[in-house]
């Protein structure tokens, strides 16, 4: 009678099916995660690139004149 117990319990015992609910909500959001950075990489990158590019061509004005170096326009 005690092993016919035990299958009942098994049997309606419910914490197993939460964890597979967690298991599969888990692996839902780190593959949205995943496909938010496959899709955003390449966009991010030529941004970078173009920032990089506009940086590098600026030039720096002092007010009053001046090269940036210490250096005075008199």
């Not at 920032?51 to 008199?74: E, F, M, Q, R, Y």
């Amino acid at each position: 009678m005690k092993l016919f117990e035990m299958i009942k319990n098994f049997h309606n015992d419910e914490s197993g099916a939460v964890t597979v609910d967690w298991v599969v909500l888990t692996a839902a959001i780190v593959g949205l995660g995943i496909a938010v950075v496959a899709s955003v990489r390449t966009g991010v990158g030529t941004l970078g690139t173009n920032i990089s590019n506009s940086l590098g061509s600026a030039t720096v004005v002092i007010p009053g004149g001046g090269d940036g170096l210490g250096v005075t326009g008199n």
